[in-house]
């Protein structure tokens, strides 16, 4: 009964759901057989009690129809009567958050059922809805895609032709179409930085002259992602990071929670890929923009936060000298990442403060008591431990380590444009125990080195060593 497909479906729902399907499967309009409803009531109690323990077929059959024979296949019928009324409950709880949306589909059964005068009352109606909810996203242009599509419909079946309708029915599909494919454009330009996902483009140029050409910038769904690929595309020219930014501060309450986030972290990400490229002055920039998401609470999702943004929080402070801030961050926050990935990212980020305020030996003691399988807490481990051996001058400690971190990199998949960065980061660091680094002209010629390669993690800090 473990691997059902109801079990793990109801392990995931919250108290509030349990009740609400409850009350849905009591509703004799939904449901008929008193079975079902017993297999919900037990799963429901062996929900607060069971965890990592087996729950048998047996003992499920027999909790619903005690004193028969075991009947395997009846349960299989059972459980999946369960199931097929919990999709239906998770579609009806769709509905009611998305009032829109049902509204929609009650017009095309209008259409379906050919009541003219319901779907012109409806339409009419959904425009209103449409125009009054706050979203100006692609959801938004979708619902307006969707009603004009059922009014224009309204006319079809009245047997007249207006051609304004249609132009307005284009242009809504344009525009849901570029905000679309903007949109996805922005999310593979962000996935293709940590895996070796190959984003096809040959679209874009037209999409955005399109854009320009039409005047769509007007549009929120479509200014943001418009900037935010220009920002992500073309690093050296700042204008588009600042329309990004701008998209930010001017959309808020414009977008629903999770895409504004994503608009947020396009921008970080635009930062963070300033700072590998050596332009220290996005520190701040991205300083910035995590202590304002911090105060707007854009980055919990679900209450919890990333432990890739608590982490990178965490460097953005520290880097810039903002001791107590940083201490005061690592320890507000901690408590609201996902407890499967707290005590490493707790004791990673309190690595690094201890490391930079060059209390070493606490520095390593976190490191060393760290267990992680996650692949980027791997990496800055391993640099953390290479930056703290050289400094300390454990020449042989660091030896072995360059030696199995050049091992994991090569050993390790899906790392993305870490690999190549992490690559340079050792080259760099055995060039910096070279002998004759004591000559000016040789470390000079190191340091022009390290500045013109583009994929470097920790620049800034081999850069540090040579200046000493």
């Not at 903007?182 to 070796?196: F, G, N, P």
């Not at 769904?221 to 418009?226: E, G, L, N």
């Not at 999770?258 to 996005?282: M, P, V």
């Not at 304002?292 to 854009?298: A, F, I, S, Y």
Request: proline letters at 3%; hydrophobic letters at 40%.
């Amino acid at each position: 009964m473990n691997n059902s497909r109801i079990w793990n479906t109801l392990r995931l729902f919250s108290p509030k759901e349990w009740e609400a399907l409850n009350k849905f499967l009591e509703s004799p309009y939904h449901n008929h057989r008193k079975d079902v409803l017993q297999l919900f009531l037990f799963l429901r109690q062996q929900s607060l009690t069971v965890k990592n323990r087996t729950l048998g077929a047996e003992h499920v059959f027999n909790a619903v129809y005690p004193g028969k024979p075991f009947d395997p296949k009846a349960l299989r019928y059972l459980s999946s009567s369960l199931n097929q009324l919990t999709q239906a409950f998770l579609i009806d709880q769709e509905f009611k958050e998305d009032a829109i949306a049902a509204s929609l589909l009650l017009s095309r059964a209008y259409r379906r059922i050919g009541d003219t005068r319901s779907l012109r009352i409806e339409t009419k109606k959904n425009q209103k809805q449409i125009e009054i909810q706050p979203l100006r996203n692609h959801q938004y242009h979708q619902w307006l895609y969707g009603n004009l599509s059922e009014d224009y419909s309204k006319t079809v079946l009245q047997s007249r032709s207006e051609a304004g309708q249609l132009a307005r029915l284009d242009e809504e599909l344009n525009i849901l179409f570029f905000s679309q494919k903007l949109r996805h454009a922005c999310s593979s330009l962000t996935h293709k930085q940590v895996s070796e996902y190959e984003f096809q483009q040959d679209m874009l140029p037209d999409i955005l002259n399109q854009v320009e050409k039409r005047g769509y910038l007007k549009y929120p769904a479509v200014a943001a992602y418009y900037y935010g690929y220009r920002a992500l595309t073309n690093l050296a020219e700042p204008v588009w990071f600042e329309g990004l930014k701008d998209s930010i501060i001017r959309f808020k309450g414009l977008f629903p929670h999770d895409e504004w986030r994503n608009l947020y972290l396009l921008a970080i990400n635009y930062c963070i890929g300033q700072l590998n490229a050596g332009k220290s002055a996005y520190l701040a920039k991205v300083f910035e923009i995590y202590q304002r998401g911090l105060e707007e609470d854009v980055f919990l999702e679900q209450g919890k936060l990333s432990r890739f943004t608590y982490n990178n929080i965490t460097t953005a402070a520290l880097g810039l000298g903002e001791l107590d801030w940083a201490f005061q961050f690592i320890h507000q926050f901690a408590p609201l990442i996902e407890p499967t990935y707290q005590r490493q990212t707790f004791s990673y980020n309190l690595a690094v403060y201890y490391y930079q305020i060059q209390d070493y030996e606490k520095a390593l003691l976190e490191l060393r008591a760290m267990v992680t399988d996650d692949v980027l807490h791997g990496l800055d481990v391993r640099r953390m431990m290479v930056r703290i051996f050289y400094e300390r001058k454990e020449i042989q400690a660091l030896l072995s380590l360059l030696d199995s971190f050049r091992a994991y990199l090569y050993r390790k998949r899906g790392l993305g444009y870490h690999k190549t960065h992490y690559l340079n980061f050792l080259r760099f660091v055995r060039k910096l125990m070279e002998p004759d680094l004591q000559q000016e002209e040789k470390r000079l010629e190191l340091i022009q080195q390290i500045q013109a390669v583009s994929a470097l993690a920790d620049r800034q800090w081999l850069l540090q060593q040579l200046q000493k």
